[in-house]
């Protein structure tokens, strides 16, 4: 089955960037996601990337797709208080947006240093 | 964009009863709603698939009999934990999905289950 891993957790300091890694086994994966959960909420989607793109940013987000080393990336440019959260990467094999039966990552605690 | 509605936020009942929650798509239709639940300081674990006008489909080791899902319509899933009992104590999320290429998976705010 798939498998989606991450490390669990990550300090940064106000203002640096942060870069949180993701890798997944699933070669047929399409649609590779990040998604952010701030405590006792629901997910909120940050941004998404298909699997024929190597990088694609977004403001102050950049995702990078190595799809030959199955390995995903955020930066986070400026990190912010705001930021602190838990960062879930998924990963969906779907040709398209229907059907999304995705496979979570085990988050990575994003935790911002004053 | 999309917006999915989930109900209750937060939930405290007796054991022995059951809880329902729901999960609606406030401004498009959901031909297909997802149901996670999510352990503290661990990932979602997909619990089943709600399809509109047939019958959910079960990841392996979840009871269809003690989580009971009914997509009635295209806006309106609901999930019932029947028979609560202190170890369905969880945070479930809902996610919705068009059904169609055009727009990724949206989820709700969760809802925070106690069983005391």
């Known amino acids: 089955g798939e498998d989606v891993e991450q490390s669990l957790f990550l300090s940064v300091r106000e203002g640096d960037s942060s870069v949180i890694n993701c890798t997944y086994t699933?070669?047929?994966?399409?649609?590779l996601y990040w998604y952010k959960q701030e405590p006792g909420a629901g997910l909120q989607l940050l941004t998404y990337?298909?699997?024929?793109?190597d990088m694609k940013q977004d403001q102050r987000l950049t995702v990078l797709l190595n799809k030959k080393d199955k390995h995903l990336s955020l930066r986070i440019a400026d990190t912010q208080t705001g930021d602190s959260a838990i960062y879930f990467c998924a990963e969906n094999p779907a040709l398209n947006f229907g059907n999304e039966k995705l496979t979570f990552g085990t988050g990575t605690r994003l935790t911002i240093i004053p | 964009g999309a917006v999915v509605s989930q109900h209750p936020s937060r939930v405290i009942c007796k054991s022995g009863t059951s809880v329902k929650i729901e999960c609606r798509s406030l401004?498009?239709?959901?031909?297909?709603m997802f149901w996670y639940r999510q352990f503290p300081k661990q990932s979602l674990m997909l619990m089943a698939t709600?399809?509109?006008?047939?019958?959910?489909?079960?990841e392996q080791g979840v009871e269809k009999d003690k989580f009971l899902i009914n997509h009635a319509s295209l806006t309106l899933s609901t999930l019932t934990v029947t028979s609560a009992h202190p170890e369905d104590s969880s945070f479930y999320i809902c996610?919705?999905?068009?059904?169609?290429?055009?727009?990724?998976?949206?989820f709700g705010n969760g809802t925070r289950l106690t069983v005391t």
């Open positions: 401004d498009f239709q959901a031909t297909t």
């Open positions: 990337i298909f699997s024929n793109m």
């Open positions: 699933d070669s047929s994966s399409t649609y």
């Open positions: 709600s399809n509109e006008g047939s019958k959910a489909t079960y």
């Open positions: 996610s919705a999905s068009t059904g169609v290429g055009n727009s990724p998976l949206h």
